[in-house]
Protein backbone atom coordinates (compact mmCIF):
# COMPACT_ATOMS: atom_id res chain seq x y z
CA UNK A 1 0.00 0.00 0.00
CA UNK A 2 1.44 3.41 -0.91
CA UNK A 3 0.38 5.12 2.67
CA UNK A 4 2.89 2.60 4.26
CA UNK A 5 6.15 3.59 2.17
CA UNK A 6 8.68 5.80 3.87
CA UNK A 7 9.51 8.44 1.58
CA UNK A 8 13.01 10.04 1.05
CA UNK A 9 11.78 13.31 2.89
CA UNK A 10 15.53 14.51 3.04
CA UNK A 11 16.12 13.92 -0.58
CA UNK A 12 12.76 16.02 -1.43
CA UNK A 13 13.66 18.93 1.40
CA UNK A 14 10.15 19.05 2.14
CA UNK A 15 8.30 17.96 5.70
CA UNK A 16 6.04 14.96 6.28
CA UNK A 17 3.55 17.39 7.90
CA UNK A 18 1.00 19.33 6.48
CA UNK A 19 1.90 22.85 5.06
CA UNK A 20 0.09 25.75 7.18
CA UNK A 21 -2.17 27.88 4.98
CA UNK A 22 -3.46 24.89 2.81
CA UNK A 23 -2.03 23.78 -0.61
CA UNK A 24 -1.41 25.72 -3.90
CA UNK A 25 0.13 28.66 -5.20
CA UNK A 26 -3.14 30.65 -4.27
CA UNK A 27 -3.60 29.89 -0.94
CA UNK A 28 -0.09 29.84 -0.05
CA UNK A 29 -0.21 33.64 -0.72
CA UNK A 30 -2.53 34.11 2.46
CA UNK A 31 0.44 32.32 4.55
CA UNK A 32 1.66 35.99 5.78
CA UNK A 33 4.58 33.94 7.82
CA UNK A 34 6.20 33.28 4.68
CA UNK A 35 5.88 36.01 1.28
CA UNK A 36 8.12 36.72 -1.01
CA UNK A 37 9.52 40.43 0.12
CA UNK A 38 11.91 41.19 -2.34
CA UNK A 39 12.16 41.57 -5.85
CA UNK A 40 15.02 38.76 -6.13
CA UNK A 41 13.77 35.47 -5.71
CA UNK A 42 17.15 33.60 -4.74
CA UNK A 43 20.34 35.41 -3.56
CA UNK A 44 23.56 34.18 -2.07
CA UNK A 45 26.57 35.81 -0.90
CA UNK A 46 29.93 34.46 -1.20
CA UNK A 47 28.32 31.12 -1.34
CA UNK A 48 31.28 28.15 -0.78
CA UNK A 49 31.64 25.10 -0.42
CA UNK A 50 34.65 23.10 0.39
CA UNK A 51 36.04 19.47 0.39
CA UNK A 52 38.99 18.92 2.22
CA UNK A 53 41.74 21.15 0.11
CA UNK A 54 39.22 21.55 -2.85
CA UNK A 55 36.89 24.50 -3.25
CA UNK A 56 33.93 23.09 -5.28
CA UNK A 57 32.28 26.28 -5.31
CA UNK A 58 34.16 29.79 -4.53
CA UNK A 59 32.36 33.00 -3.43
CA UNK A 60 29.34 32.69 -5.97
CA UNK A 61 27.30 35.49 -5.76
CA UNK A 62 23.81 34.64 -7.55
CA UNK A 63 20.60 36.70 -8.43
CA UNK A 64 17.72 35.69 -9.70
CA UNK A 65 15.17 37.60 -10.12
CA UNK A 66 11.36 36.77 -9.83
CA UNK A 67 9.51 35.37 -12.47
CA UNK A 68 12.29 34.87 -14.24
CA UNK A 69 13.55 31.34 -15.85
CA UNK A 70 17.27 31.72 -15.02
CA UNK A 71 19.83 29.31 -16.40
CA UNK A 72 22.94 28.37 -14.23
CA UNK A 73 25.37 27.52 -17.02
CA UNK A 74 29.00 25.84 -16.79
CA UNK A 75 30.84 22.84 -17.94
CA UNK A 76 30.48 19.61 -16.12
CA UNK A 77 31.99 19.92 -13.14
CA UNK A 78 32.00 23.50 -12.56
CA UNK A 79 29.66 23.50 -9.43
CA UNK A 80 26.57 24.26 -10.17
CA UNK A 81 24.82 20.97 -8.96
CA UNK A 82 26.86 21.33 -5.51
CA UNK A 83 25.33 25.03 -5.51
CA UNK A 84 22.09 24.16 -6.17
CA UNK A 85 22.49 21.24 -3.54
CA UNK A 86 23.31 24.03 -1.14
CA UNK A 87 20.16 26.05 -2.08
CA UNK A 88 18.07 23.04 -1.01
CA UNK A 89 19.96 22.58 2.14
CA UNK A 90 21.28 19.27 0.81
CA UNK A 91 24.72 20.03 1.31
CA UNK A 92 25.81 22.78 3.49
CA UNK A 93 28.32 25.74 2.42
CA UNK A 94 31.44 26.08 3.93
CA UNK A 95 30.79 29.63 4.24
CA UNK A 96 28.61 32.56 2.39
CA UNK A 97 24.38 32.56 2.98
CA UNK A 98 21.47 32.31 0.68
CA UNK A 99 18.73 34.07 0.40
CA UNK A 100 15.51 32.05 -0.59
CA UNK A 101 12.38 34.15 -1.88
CA UNK A 102 13.27 36.58 1.08
CA UNK A 103 13.93 34.54 3.68
CA UNK A 104 17.60 33.69 4.63
CA UNK A 105 18.31 30.14 5.00
CA UNK A 106 18.99 28.54 7.81
CA UNK A 107 19.42 25.27 9.33
CA UNK A 108 16.52 25.81 11.37
CA UNK A 109 13.85 27.18 8.94
CA UNK A 110 15.07 24.68 6.14
CA UNK A 111 12.27 22.56 6.31
CA UNK A 112 9.45 25.62 6.53
CA UNK A 113 10.92 27.87 3.49
CA UNK A 114 11.92 24.43 1.80
CA UNK A 115 7.88 23.89 1.02
CA UNK A 116 7.69 26.67 -1.38
CA UNK A 117 10.28 25.30 -3.24
CA UNK A 118 10.48 22.58 -5.95
CA UNK A 119 13.35 20.57 -7.19
CA UNK A 120 14.51 17.86 -9.38
CA UNK A 121 18.55 17.45 -8.16
CA UNK A 122 20.42 14.98 -10.34
CA UNK A 123 18.55 11.77 -11.23
CA UNK A 124 14.83 11.51 -9.93
CA UNK A 125 14.21 10.17 -6.90
CA UNK A 126 11.12 7.51 -7.45
CA UNK A 127 9.86 4.10 -6.03
CA UNK A 128 10.44 1.61 -9.13
CA UNK A 129 7.98 -0.81 -7.98
CA UNK A 130 5.00 2.05 -7.63
CA UNK A 131 3.61 3.65 -10.73
CA UNK A 132 3.87 7.40 -11.61
CA UNK A 133 0.85 7.89 -9.78
CA UNK A 134 1.22 6.51 -6.24
CA UNK A 135 4.84 7.80 -6.50
CA UNK A 136 3.46 11.36 -6.65
CA UNK A 137 0.33 10.23 -4.15
CA UNK A 138 3.10 9.68 -1.94
CA UNK A 139 4.38 13.33 -2.39
CA UNK A 140 1.06 14.20 -2.40
CA UNK A 141 0.14 13.45 1.20
CA UNK A 142 3.58 15.03 2.56
CA UNK A 143 2.27 18.26 1.26
CA UNK A 144 -1.04 18.13 2.14
CA UNK A 145 -2.24 18.97 -1.51
CA UNK A 146 -5.26 18.38 -3.05
CA UNK A 147 -6.02 15.00 -5.30
CA UNK A 148 -6.32 16.36 -8.24
CA UNK A 149 -2.74 17.83 -8.15
CA UNK A 150 -1.60 14.66 -9.72
CA UNK A 151 -3.76 14.33 -12.95
CA UNK A 152 -3.05 17.88 -13.40
CA UNK A 153 0.68 17.21 -13.24
CA UNK A 154 1.00 14.50 -15.30
CA UNK A 155 -1.02 15.83 -18.07
CA UNK A 156 1.86 18.97 -18.01
CA UNK A 157 4.22 16.28 -18.58
CA UNK A 158 2.64 13.68 -20.79
CA UNK A 159 2.59 10.58 -18.18
CA UNK A 160 -1.28 10.79 -18.27
CA UNK A 161 -2.15 8.65 -21.02
CA UNK A 162 -4.03 6.00 -19.83
CA UNK A 163 -1.87 3.22 -20.85
CA UNK A 164 0.49 4.01 -18.39
CA UNK A 165 -1.61 4.39 -16.09
CA UNK A 166 -0.77 0.62 -14.32
CA UNK A 167 3.17 0.47 -15.70
CA UNK A 168 5.69 0.86 -12.71
CA UNK A 169 8.45 3.45 -12.84
CA UNK A 170 10.94 0.70 -12.64
CA UNK A 171 9.90 0.00 -16.80
CA UNK A 172 10.36 3.87 -17.60
CA UNK A 173 12.64 4.99 -20.37
CA UNK A 174 15.11 7.38 -18.76
CA UNK A 175 13.30 10.49 -20.48
CA UNK A 176 9.74 9.13 -18.79
CA UNK A 177 11.65 8.76 -15.01
CA UNK A 178 12.43 12.47 -15.87
CA UNK A 179 9.38 13.84 -16.85
CA UNK A 180 8.18 11.88 -13.21
CA UNK A 181 10.95 13.65 -11.79
CA UNK A 182 9.61 17.45 -13.10
CA UNK A 183 5.74 16.44 -12.57
CA UNK A 184 7.05 15.70 -8.60
CA UNK A 185 8.85 19.18 -8.41
CA UNK A 186 5.85 20.71 -9.72
CA UNK A 187 3.55 19.57 -7.22
CA UNK A 188 1.13 22.17 -5.25
CA UNK A 189 2.57 24.90 -7.89
CA UNK A 190 5.70 26.58 -6.04
CA UNK A 191 6.80 29.90 -6.31
CA UNK A 192 10.26 28.11 -7.03
CA UNK A 193 11.28 25.42 -9.03
CA UNK A 194 15.45 24.22 -8.97
CA UNK A 195 15.90 21.80 -12.22
CA UNK A 196 19.34 20.14 -12.59
CA UNK A 197 20.14 19.00 -16.37
CA UNK A 198 16.41 18.70 -16.47
CA UNK A 199 15.98 17.96 -20.25
CA UNK A 200 18.67 15.03 -19.80
CA UNK A 201 17.40 11.58 -21.54
CA UNK A 202 15.00 12.89 -23.77
CA UNK A 203 14.09 12.44 -27.12
CA UNK A 204 14.54 15.51 -29.46
CA UNK A 205 10.20 15.86 -29.30
CA UNK A 206 10.64 15.72 -25.13
CA UNK A 207 13.10 18.14 -25.22
CA UNK A 208 10.66 20.60 -27.34
CA UNK A 209 8.07 20.15 -24.90
CA UNK A 210 9.94 19.88 -21.36
CA UNK A 211 11.48 23.68 -22.79
CA UNK A 212 8.31 25.06 -24.10
CA UNK A 213 6.89 24.13 -20.48
CA UNK A 214 9.96 25.61 -18.53
CA UNK A 215 9.63 28.81 -20.53
CA UNK A 216 5.53 29.21 -19.46
CA UNK A 217 5.99 28.80 -16.28
CA UNK A 218 6.27 32.28 -14.71
CA UNK A 219 3.48 33.28 -16.83
CA UNK A 220 1.09 30.14 -15.69
CA UNK A 221 1.75 30.37 -12.28
CA UNK A 222 4.33 33.15 -11.16
CA UNK A 223 7.03 30.44 -10.66
CA UNK A 224 10.75 31.73 -10.86
CA UNK A 225 12.58 28.97 -12.57
CA UNK A 226 16.56 28.10 -11.82
CA UNK A 227 17.54 25.53 -14.60
CA UNK A 228 21.20 24.21 -14.81
CA UNK A 229 23.05 23.20 -17.89
CA UNK A 230 26.20 22.40 -19.50
CA UNK A 231 24.41 23.12 -23.21
CA UNK A 232 24.64 26.26 -24.21
CA UNK A 233 21.98 26.43 -26.74
CA UNK A 234 19.50 24.70 -24.33
CA UNK A 235 19.96 28.09 -21.63
CA UNK A 236 20.03 30.23 -24.97
CA UNK A 237 16.36 28.72 -25.64
CA UNK A 238 14.59 28.09 -22.59
CA UNK A 239 16.41 31.32 -20.17
CA UNK A 240 16.07 35.43 -20.11
CA UNK A 241 18.33 35.46 -16.93
CA UNK A 242 22.13 34.01 -16.69
CA UNK A 243 24.75 32.61 -14.80
CA UNK A 244 28.24 31.53 -15.73
CA UNK A 245 30.08 29.47 -13.25
CA UNK A 246 33.46 28.25 -13.86
CA UNK A 247 35.73 26.14 -11.69
CA UNK A 248 33.32 27.28 -8.96
CA UNK A 249 33.31 30.60 -9.49
CA UNK A 250 30.83 32.88 -11.16
CA UNK A 251 32.35 34.99 -14.37
CA UNK A 252 28.97 36.25 -15.65
CA UNK A 253 25.47 36.73 -14.32
CA UNK A 254 22.92 39.36 -16.06
CA UNK A 255 20.12 39.10 -18.73
CA UNK A 256 20.29 37.24 -22.12
CA UNK A 257 19.49 39.83 -24.59
CA UNK A 258 23.01 41.48 -22.60
CA UNK A 259 24.58 38.19 -22.79
CA UNK A 260 24.50 38.72 -26.41
CA UNK A 261 25.38 42.09 -26.96
CA UNK A 262 28.48 41.30 -25.95
CA UNK A 263 28.64 39.79 -28.99
CA UNK A 264 30.39 40.82 -32.19
CA UNK A 265 28.03 41.54 -35.32
CA UNK A 266 29.14 41.68 -38.75
CA UNK A 267 27.69 41.47 -42.47
CA UNK A 268 29.34 38.34 -44.73
CA UNK A 269 29.56 39.71 -48.30
CA UNK A 270 30.42 38.15 -51.30
CA UNK A 271 30.50 39.38 -54.85
CA UNK A 272 31.28 39.36 -58.48
CA UNK A 273 34.78 41.43 -57.41
CA UNK A 274 35.94 41.17 -53.98
CA UNK A 275 38.94 42.72 -54.38
CA UNK A 276 37.68 45.79 -55.98
CA UNK A 277 34.25 45.68 -53.04
CA UNK A 278 37.63 45.83 -50.39
CA UNK A 279 38.64 48.62 -51.87
CA UNK A 280 35.27 50.80 -52.13
CA UNK A 281 33.60 50.11 -48.68
CA UNK A 282 35.57 51.75 -45.94
CA UNK A 283 36.13 49.52 -42.95
CA UNK A 284 35.39 45.85 -45.20
CA UNK A 285 37.97 43.02 -44.44
CA UNK A 286 38.94 39.71 -45.59
CA UNK A 287 36.56 37.14 -43.76
CA UNK A 288 38.93 35.21 -41.58
CA UNK A 289 36.01 32.05 -41.76
CA UNK A 290 36.31 31.86 -45.72
CA UNK A 291 38.31 33.42 -47.76
CA UNK A 292 35.44 33.91 -50.21
CA UNK A 293 33.75 36.24 -47.98
CA UNK A 294 34.44 40.29 -47.15
CA UNK A 295 33.13 41.32 -43.89
CA UNK A 296 31.87 44.55 -42.83
CA UNK A 297 29.90 45.79 -39.89
CA UNK A 298 26.75 45.48 -39.04
CA UNK A 299 24.87 47.97 -40.91
CA UNK A 300 20.44 48.51 -40.98
CA UNK A 301 18.73 47.63 -44.23
CA UNK A 302 18.94 51.24 -45.67
CA UNK A 303 22.00 51.40 -45.46
CA UNK A 304 22.77 47.85 -46.87
CA UNK A 305 20.70 49.40 -49.76
CA UNK A 306 22.62 52.51 -50.47
CA UNK A 307 25.68 50.20 -50.53
CA UNK A 308 24.72 47.64 -52.74
CA UNK A 309 23.51 50.20 -55.20
CA UNK A 310 26.65 52.00 -54.94
CA UNK A 311 28.49 48.39 -55.43
CA UNK A 312 26.75 48.16 -58.60
CA UNK A 313 27.10 51.27 -60.24
CA UNK A 314 30.64 50.51 -60.12
CA UNK A 315 30.37 46.81 -62.09
CA UNK A 316 30.52 45.50 -58.99
CA UNK A 317 27.40 42.62 -58.59
CA UNK A 318 26.84 41.12 -54.92
CA UNK A 319 25.89 37.40 -54.98
CA UNK A 320 25.35 36.79 -51.44
CA UNK A 321 24.80 39.23 -48.58
CA UNK A 322 24.12 37.80 -45.02
CA UNK A 323 24.35 38.92 -41.23
CA UNK A 324 26.14 37.16 -38.64
CA UNK A 325 26.72 36.95 -35.04
CA UNK A 326 28.57 35.60 -32.34
CA UNK A 327 26.79 32.40 -30.69
CA UNK A 328 26.65 32.36 -27.05
CA UNK A 329 29.49 29.42 -27.10
CA UNK A 330 31.84 31.95 -29.05
CA UNK A 331 30.32 34.95 -25.96
CA UNK A 332 31.71 32.31 -23.20
CA UNK A 333 34.67 31.43 -24.42
CA UNK A 334 35.43 35.24 -25.03
CA UNK A 335 34.39 35.80 -21.35
CA UNK A 336 36.29 32.73 -19.81
CA UNK A 337 38.99 32.87 -21.86
CA UNK A 338 38.57 28.66 -22.27
CA UNK A 339 40.19 27.79 -25.29
CA UNK A 340 37.70 23.93 -24.81
CA UNK A 341 34.16 24.01 -26.05
CA UNK A 342 31.22 23.25 -23.15
Same mark, same amino acid.
Given at each position: ????????????????????????????????????????????????????????????????????????????? %????????? /? @?? #??? =? *?? &??????????????????????????????????????????????????????????????????????????????????????? %????????? /? @?? #??? =? *?? &??????????????????????????????????????????????????VWQGPLADLHARGRHWIALRTTDNAHALELLSGAQA????????????????????????????????????????????????????????
Open positions: MVGSVMYPVERLGISSEPRRGGAGFARRATNTSFEPRDRMAVTTTGLTKRYGDACVVDRVSLAVPERAVYGFLGPNG %AGKSTTMKM /L @LG #LAH =P *TE &GSATILGTPLTPKNRLEVLRHVGSLIESPSCYPHLTARENLEIVRQLRGLPKSEIDEVLKIVRLDDPSLRRKRVGNYSLGMRQRLGI %AAALMGKPP /L @LL #LDE =P *TN &GLDPSGIHEIRALIKDLPRMFDMTVVVSSHLLSEVDQMADHVGIIRKGQMDPDDASYLRIKAVDDAVAARMSLCLAERGVGIIRMEEHEDSLEDIFLAITGMEETL
